[in-house]
Structure formats: C-alpha cells, structure tokens
C-alpha cells in the first residue's frame, strides 16, 4: 500500500506540474520517522485551502480537472493509507508556484 500511496503523489505531480516543471522524490529516516516527500512545480490555487486537497472529490480547478482526468479521491485514498500505517500527510506550498506532499510514518 506504500507503493500505492507513492504512486497517487507521483501521478498527481505529473498531471498537474506546470510544463517543464521539476518533479522531485525524497524518502528518508529521520529520528524515529520514515518520511516521504513529493513536490512539484504547478500554478497553486489559494492556499488557504490547500489542506482540502484531501477531501474526497475536491476539485480546486474545474476547466484543468476535466483535461487531466481522474476522479478526485487520489489524494484521500493517499491520505486512508497513510493513517492506515500510523502516519500523516499534509500539503504545503513551500515558496511560490512549488507544492509539496510530506508523508511521515513512525517507525
């Protein structure tokens, strides 16, 4: 199921990164916490609701949405199998036009 949740935040990056964007992947251990983090460049919506991401079928922009596909749940099915093993996700924009997804499970 890890592979699966790395696959939705890969697949997401790839959908919505803005041409010629950068995609990035990071796994380590810190402490007692394995992390995951996926970013990418992409036209951020507000952030101020960048935590509804995860809500099953959130679409924050409808005209992309339909050109790109899917269903709106990747992220919320991310989000059960991150809970699911102990863990957490969250989304941050960490500067301008940048997305990052971080996965932290406890060892």
């Not at 696959?7 to 394995?34: C, M, Q, T, V």
């Not at 969250?90 to 060892?107: N, R, Y």
């Amino acid at each position: 199921s890890i592979r699966q949740l790395v696959s939705i935040l890969l697949d997401n990056a790839l959908k919505y990164s803005s041409p010629g964007g950068e995609i990035r992947l990071a796994a380590f251990k810190r402490h007692r916490e394995n992390i995951i983090e996926v970013s990418n460049h992409c036209a951020l919506m507000d952030t101020e609701h960048i935590d509804r991401l995860f809500d099953r079928f959130y679409r924050p922009d409808k005209p992309r949405s339909s050109s790109t596909g899917g269903f709106g749940v990747g992220l919320s099915i991310a989000r059960s199998i991150a809970e699911a093993h102990g863990g957490t996700i969250t989304a941050s924009a960490p500067q301008p036009g940048m997305i990052e997804f971080t996965v932290v499970l406890k060892c």
